[in-house]
């Protein structure tokens, strides 16, 4: 275009841009949509990815098949299932020729206008995801009815998780009948979404391709612009000025442009199109700028369907729109005909429109002032009410914007519930929550909402994200509200107090149930619950016996407690407490959880018993026990889908692959959990424990000081006594090393304090040995012997193998005799070593080799240091073995310098991990059970793959496992 002045003449609407700079993405799609496969296209917003999709179905290739089109809204609490919901709607004129089995009557909730051509309704399952299960083969049997060639999901960064859930379990199909075409913006997707388990792994029985869309560069965006002009006189300049301030975006450059020529600063004369210089050129700073100065400039009746069009979000027909906008049907009409016309809305099918784009229809939505918004929702809400089958969760959205509370609290009850019976959890607490703290209600309703809250942060299996906070304030308020009944106030106490122990407020917890507890005598099963909680030991304050009288009570309870869900949940709770207590018939319980249970929820509650005693198995030394129990709550965790308590399962593992010495990987495991925003607070301070001990063992000690301080200073406000996180060991042995025993004792005297005053004497099997040596540090030996005879006495008679070995190590630290003395540690180490806990063993060794030289046994201690000093080295404790190899070079004994230069290669030979790893492969296993199995986490097993194939030269896992055995390497045992 070149440059001239303006003229006042006729300006036709540009053309609809071609598709520029897609011909490589174009031609990927169509080849990979010739088969099954999942395609995933990627791009921030108006990159082109609709405009793809469409242009590449409409190929002649890929004429004639079948697409079932799930566009996402981008609703803030999405219903289950919905997006795919209404694109099978399209298909109903279909249905009566469908031959459906009797499972599709598992569709009647979603599709109440078929009820005439859906099979009758099914027996109601009690459990919610084994609805939600039954409910996905529905949907899959229809499709395949349908036969639905490609399955397309726009926009997946707001799907709902059931859509997501949906397409994991299509994608895992082994019978893989059609493709899939997933949309989305990569930087919109949670952390946490099932969309990144989908977009992470290719599927197995489908061919895979990951589509990345790109910004348009200078010629692509000359190019777009001349196709909208059918011209080819536009020049360099003004095409890298329309890049420069829209970063080469197609929609953004054809929202520049079409606003360009909406001003006449691009018009056509009698020599073709012309523009204004580019200095005189003024172009809004955003889309939204761009598309406000165009609706502005359209007539009254072209705006008013605009402004329907965009409160109504979904397509909708034109009577719809014409009653939303409140014109008559010549108005809405001609108003149709500019706004289709204007580029900015479409024909979405079968005489529907809707807005182009998203971000359009959100630039008029929120522009429309706030009078004239609510009473476009008010309309569309009352039109849609009218409708044989109201949509519940359209009406919900329409009734609360409008400031309908009444109607908004009718629609939104009926939308959680379904939402609740979908499997979907983490909707309905959203949309509970969201109900309960924006609007005032009378009591009775507040009560009832508070309530159905509770229950759902209860039940849900997802994580609470940044939920549980504002819930917990939600409930804080409804219980300070005056008024409000004894049993309503006693149960949404409970509830509360449940979440505060979630949320690790572990004192607020205590004290809110105590308070609830008169107002649940008449409700056992109730009171069971709130006395459990109140039994749970995590709580610095409170003695052992106080926490054993609420354990007493709720036993003396049980019998009354009927509901499978309900004693389950007893059970693993009374689990958590006898056995983080101290106490032995903790373990009698932990034997009577049962390995399956009937419906979801039960399921979950023995989950997270089996998990906790998994737990304390590690807290108490039966690292085989708690292998078991880690590994049935895995199984349980996968098979119900409960993603709430996955991170602390990995934590669990982790803590006992800390303790076994199995280290290589697990940084990354603790780094994962460490930063994970899904995981609560308790488990991403444990897992920074675990990096700050592994710094430390392995050199860094300024690092692991920090970390182990910043876990301290986060758990110490919160009340928190949990022998799981106790960073005062490792920060002890670092003031310790330097020479700051006074320090030291600052850190390690709290803590034992704490646990002599609760008199759970199983927390201090690894604190006291450190405590002990500052104890010595500081001038104060002689309390020592006092705290190892009380330790001792604590622990009798309880079957905690680490604790004895501990004993043992503290037994030998106060013995003044050092021959008797290095008889112990040898005893001690022996016990260490039979758990397994080598880092723990291999401290014992080193102590016994110190005290075999303080008794004259000098080549007998030598012998046993130069031991612990190599397996030291061999563990990867490089700080303790430097301090051994220090010793042992004053008595003269030659030690070779250690490796500073990174971990040690294997040259072309696999490593013995590497070697671990490829047998596990030749037995079909995949990354992700790898890693659970050995701790570590998947981008480390595929690091070792990689690492394998390259050795071994070759590029396939099968090759690998192939050219493996060649070389005799599957002969070994997997550990």
């Given at each position: 275009m070149n440059e001239t002045d303006v003229s006042q003449v006729a300006q036709p609407d540009a053309l609809t841009p071609a598709l520029i700079g897609r011909d490589d993405a174009m031609a990927t799609m169509v080849a990979a949509l010739s088969r099954p496969a999942l395609v995933l296209?990627?791009?921030?917003?108006?990159?082109?990815?609709?405009?793809?999709?469409?242009?590449?179905?409409?190929?002649?290739?890929?004429?004639?098949?079948?697409?079932?089109?799930?566009?996402?809204?981008?609703?803030?609490?999405?219903?289950?299932?919905?997006?795919?919901?209404?694109?099978?709607?399209?298909?109903?004129?279909?249905?009566?020729?469908?031959?459906?089995?009797?499972?599709?009557?598992?569709?009647?909730?979603?599709?109440?206008?078929?009820?005439?051509?859906?099979?009758?309704?099914?027996?109601?399952?009690?459990?919610?995801?084994?609805?939600?299960?039954?409910?996905?083969?529905?949907?899959?049997?229809?499709?395949?009815?349908?036969?639905?060639?490609?399955?397309?999901?726009?926009?997946?960064?707001?799907?709902?998780?059931?859509?997501?859930?949906?397409?994991?379990?299509?994608?895992?199909?082994?019978?893989?009948?059609?493709?899939?075409?997933?949309?989305?913006?990569?930087?919109?997707?949670?952390?946490?979404?099932?969309?990144?388990?989908?977009?992470?792994?290719?599927?197995?029985?489908?061919?895979?391709?990951?589509?990345?869309?790109?910004?348009?560069?200078?010629?692509?965006?000359?190019?777009?612009v001349e196709s909208m002009f059918a011209t080819a006189d536009v020049s360099d300049r003004f095409a890298a000025f329309l890049h420069e301030h829209t970063g080469g975006i197609p929609l953004a450059l054809e929202e520049t442009v079409r606003l360009l020529r909406a001003r006449r600063d691009i018009f056509r004369s009698e020599s073709g199109w012309r523009r204004r210089i580019t200095e005189e050129l003024r172009v809004p700073p955003t889309m939204r700028d761009s598309v406000l100065e165009r609706v502005a400039r359209l007539d009254p009746g072209t705006r008013a369907v605009l402004e329907a069009a965009a409160v109504l979000e979904a397509p909708a027909d034109e009577a719809l729109i014409a009653t939303v906008a409140g014109l008559g049907e010549p108005t809405a009409r001609d108003g149709l005909t500019g706004a289709l016309a204007s580029g900015l809305l479409r024909e979405a099918g079968r005489g529907t429109f809707a807005f182009r784009h998203v971000l359009a229809s959100r630039a008029v939505a929120e522009a429309t002032p706030i009078p004239s918004r609510r009473r476009l929702h008010h309309r569309a809400a009352l039109a849609l009410r009218e409708g044989e089958h109201p949509p519940v969760v359209r009406l919900c959205r329409h009734f609360r914007e409008s400031g309908d509370v009444e109607e908004w609290c009718r629609y939104a009850e009926a939308a959680a519930e379904l939402a609740l019976e979908a499997g979907d959890g983490h909707t309905t607490v959203a949309m509970m929550l969201d109900l309960l703290t924006t609007a005032d209600h009378p009591v009775e309703r507040r009560v009832r909402l508070a309530r159905r809250l509770g229950m759902a942060v209860s039940v849900t299996a997802e994580p609470l994200l940044g939920l549980g906070e504002r819930v917990r304030s939600a409930l804080e308020e409804t219980l300070a509200h005056p008024g409000l009944p004894a049993q309503a106030r006693g149960e949404i106490g409970l509830r509360l107090g449940r979440l505060r122990f979630h949320l690790g407020e572990f004192e607020a917890a205590m004290v809110g149930l105590e308070a609830a507890m008169p107002d649940l005598e008449d409700r056992p099963e109730l009171a069971v619950q709130a006395m459990l909680l109140l039994a749970n030991p995590m709580i610095r304050a409170w003695p052992r016996t106080r926490h054993l009288a609420w354990a007493g009570r709720a036993e003396e309870l049980f019998p009354l407690v009927s509901g499978p869900v309900e004693r389950a949940a007893f059970l693993s709770n009374q689990v958590?407490?006898?056995?983080?207590?101290?106490?032995?018939?903790?373990?009698?319980?932990?034997?009577?959880?049962?390995?399956?249970?009937?419906?979801?929820?039960?399921?979950?509650?023995?989950?997270?018993?089996?998990?906790?005693?998994?737990?304390?198995?590690?807290?108490?030394?039966?690292?085989?026990?708690?292998?078991?129990?880690?590994?049935?709550?895995?199984?349980?965790?996968?098979?119900?889908?409960?993603?709430?308590?996955?991170?602390?399962?990995?934590?669990?593992?982790?803590?006992?692959?800390?303790?076994?010495?199995?280290?290589?990987?697990?940084?990354?495991?603790?780094?994962?959990?460490?930063?994970?925003?899904?995981?609560?607070?308790?488990?991403?301070?444990?897992?920074?424990?675990?990096?700050?001990?592994?710094?430390?063992?392995?050199g860094a000690p300024q690092r692991a000081e920090r970390r182990l301080r910043e876990v301290l200073a986060a758990s110490l406000p919160r009340g928190h006594a949990d022998p799981f996180i106790f960073p005062d060991v490792a920060l002890a042995r670092i003031l310790l090393s330097r020479g700051e025993p006074e320090a030291a004792l600052e850190i390690t005297e709290p803590v034992l304090d704490m646990i002599v005053r609760k008199d759970v004497w199983l927390w201090a099997t690894e604190v006291l040995p450190v405590h002990l040596d500052t104890l010595l540090a500081a001038g104060r030996a002689g309390e020592r012997g006092g705290l190892v005879a009380a330790f001792a006495a604590g622990m009798s008679g309880r079957n905690a193998p680490a604790a004895a070995a501990a004993v043992l190590t503290c037994r030998a630290m106060v013995t003044a005799d050092p021959r008797a003395a290095a008889d112990l540690f040898g005893r001690a180490a022996a016990a260490w070593a039979a758990l397994p806990r080598p880092y723990d063993r291999l401290l014992a060794t080193e102590r016994q080799g110190r005290r075999l030289l303080q008794a004259g046994e000098r080549e007998r201690g030598l012998t046993v240091l130069e031991q612990s000093q190599r397996l030291l080295t061999e563990l990867g404790a490089r700080w303790d073995a430097d301090r051994v190899a220090h010793l042992l070079r004053e008595q003269g004994v030659e030690v070779a310098r250690p490796w500073r230069g990174g971990r040690r290669g294997y040259g072309d030979r696999l490593s013995p991990r590497e070697v671990e790893i490829v047998a596990l492969v030749a037995r079909g296993w995949t990354n992700k059970r790898i890693a659970e199995i050995l701790t570590l986490s998947p981008r480390t097993v595929e690091r070792h793959l990689s690492a394998a194939m390259r050795k071994l030269s070759v590029t396939t896992r099968t090759a690998l496992v192939t050219a493996a055995a060649a070389e005799g390497l599957l002969d070994q045992t997997p550990t």
């Open positions: 296209v990627e791009g921030e917003a108006g990159i082109g990815k609709s405009r793809l999709l469409d242009e590449c179905l409409a190929a002649p290739a890929l004429r004639g098949r079948v697409v079932l089109m799930a566009a996402c809204p981008p609703l803030e609490e999405p219903f289950p299932l919905g997006a795919v919901v209404d694109g099978l709607r399209v298909f109903h004129d279909r249905l009566g020729d469908l031959a459906l089995s009797p499972l599709a009557g598992a569709l009647r909730p979603l599709f109440p206008e078929w009820a005439s051509w859906l099979p009758p309704a099914l027996e109601a399952l009690p459990d919610p995801q084994e609805t939600r299960h039954r409910l996905f083969r529905a949907l899959s049997a229809l499709i395949d009815a349908l036969g639905v060639d490609v399955l397309v999901v726009e926009d997946a960064h707001w799907a709902d998780a059931a859509t997501l859930d949906w397409l994991l379990t299509l994608a895992a199909s082994r019978d893989a009948k059609r493709s899939i075409v997933v949309t989305y913006r990569p930087l919109d997707v949670g952390e946490g979404s099932p969309l990144l388990r989908l977009t992470s792994r290719p599927p197995r029985n489908m061919a895979w391709e990951r589509i990345s869309l790109e910004p348009l560069d200078v010629p692509q965006t000359r190019a777009l958590a407490a006898l056995l983080g207590l101290g106490e032995e018939d903790g373990w009698r319980v932990a034997r009577s959880l049962p390995a399956d249970g009937a419906g979801r929820l039960e399921r979950q509650e023995i989950a997270r018993g089996r998990l906790m005693a998994g737990q304390f198995c590690t807290l108490w030394g039966r690292h085989d026990d708690a292998r078991a129990y880690l590994d049935s709550a895995a199984a349980l965790v996968e098979r119900v889908g409960y993603r709430r308590i996955e991170d602390v399962l990995r934590l669990a593992r982790a803590h006992l692959a800390w303790h076994d010495g199995r280290w290589e990987g697990l940084d990354d495991v603790a780094a994962e959990l460490a930063g994970s925003e899904a995981a609560d607070e308790a488990t991403r301070l444990e897992a920074r424990m675990i990096q700050g001990s592994l710094d430390l063992a392995r």
